[in-house]
């Protein structure tokens, strides 16, 4: 299994500190060969994550309205890469925000 289906696996069911975990060192590769689009791409998902449990497990809401803006800051890039199974990563983009919208009454 590859580190993004763990991590969709996790955000399905609400282990948003886990999914943190799960793309950091594809993210950290990344960063170190230099390919900044993808680590940044990578970045927002990790940041998303982390945003969501911030305010689900850790009940800091405002270290939430902190945190999400970069993922939405680093979301474009998704359209920008190209990682093995691209539609993992969208799903992956598209389930974050469906978890905040059932989290978060905004």
């Known amino acids: 299994m590859e580190a993004i289906d763990k ?14 975990e799960l793309l950091e060192e594809d993210w950290k ?5 230099g390919l900044k689009k993808e680590a940044k791409a990578l970045q927002g998902l990790i940041n998303a994550a982390t945003a969501l449990a911030l305010f689900y497990n850790k009940k800091r809401p405002e270290g939430f309205k902190k ?5 939405i800051k680093y979301k474009p890039l998704l359209k920008q890469v190209s990682f093995k199974n691209m539609p993992k990563y ?17």
């Open 67 to 71: 945190v999400w803006p970069v993922y």
């Open 7 to 20: 991590f969709i696996k996790a955000i399905e069911e609400h282990n948003f500190i886990q999914a943190h």
């Open 29 to 33: 590769e990344y960063k170190k060969q």
């Open 90 to 106: 969208y799903y992956a983009s598209i389930l974050l925000e469906e978890k905040k919208e059932e989290l978060i009454n905004f």
